[in-house]
């Protein structure tokens, strides 16, 4: 474990008062474990502008009956093979499919791997969650 180095901060009462709020409804025991939340965010968020190496999950459910994107699906998923980790299939219905794709690599190539998928015509809907690769 590393060392953990103490800090003052100071905020205007209306600003620590909505921190406040926001920790409480967040279920965080303390003020610290949300500000080490928020830092971690903003530098995971830094990384996918600048360009690192992100890992994550590509969420999306689509129809499995549109013509031919299955076939699209796996050609764009097999072009981004050094990108994908790994990938688990589930059918939601006899027409539905769910499929969540782990993801490591460069931010931008993460990027261009979910929007490549999410422009598929059957495509109903697509997220990317994004953490450090860390």
């Known amino acids: 474990m590393s060392e953990i180095y103490r800090f003052g901060v100071s905020l205007d009462k209306s600003l620590i008062e909505a921190f406040d709020r926001h ?5 965080y025991h303390n003020r610290s474990e949300a500000l080490r939340d928020l830092i971690r965010e903003e530098l995971v968020r830094k990384k996918w502008t600048e360009g690192g190496t992100v890992a994550g999950a590509v969420i999306m459910t689509y129809d499995h009956h549109k013509r031919e994107l299955v076939n699209r699906l796996l050609d764009i998923q097999h072009d981004f093979q050094k990108t994908i980790i790994a990938s688990s299939h589930v059918h939601l219905d006899h027409d539905h499919c769910l ?12 990027e261009q791997l979910s929007l490549k998928l999410k422009s598929l015509v059957g ?6 969650s994004i953490s450090s690769a860390e």
Do not use: M, T, W
């Open 23 to 27: 920790i409480q409804s967040r279920h």
């Open 99 to 110: 499929e969540v794709i782990a993801v490591k690599g460069n931010a931008a190539d993460v």
């Open 123 to 128: 495509v109903k809907h697509l997220s990317l």
